[in-house]
């Protein structure tokens, strides 16, 4: 049996498992306040050198740690949050499909 609809707080009935128009603008335009504050990617370590490490660390650990998928994306598994020993502390690091880095990392990593 279906889930029934919900309310959205704006009124509208929302379909189980959808998200309302107001929330989804709403959620861009915090995502677009939160990215003109952040740095950019290579004021936060992400550089030549570090695209250089993630590729061979990725030649040598070519499956995803949580699923066993080919791995495209190197992850910190504690968040550095701009600690660049953490940073580059290469056992802080573990290779995740796109997958399980875009969900499921992402997750865990809001919880913390």
Not at 23 to 40: E, G, Y
Not at 44 to 49: C, F, M, P
Not at 102 to 108: A, F, L, M, N
């Amino acid at each position: 049996m279906p889930k029934p609809p919900h309310i959205c707080n704006c009124g509208q009935i929302v379909p189980h498992g959808e998200r309302c128009a107001c929330q989804i603008v709403r959620t861009r335009a915090r995502n677009r306040r939160h990215d003109a504050r952040r740095p950019s990617a290579a004021q936060r370590g992400y550089n030549h050198e570090w695209r250089k490490a993630r590729v061979e660390f990725l030649r040598l650990h070519p499956c995803c740690a949580m699923c066993g998928a080919p791995a495209d994306v190197l992850d910190h598994v504690k968040p550095h949050r701009g600690d660049m020993v953490l940073f580059w502390d290469r056992s802080n690091w573990q290779p995740l499909c796109k997958s399980c880095h875009d969900r499921v990392k992402q997750r865990t990593d809001c919880s913390q």
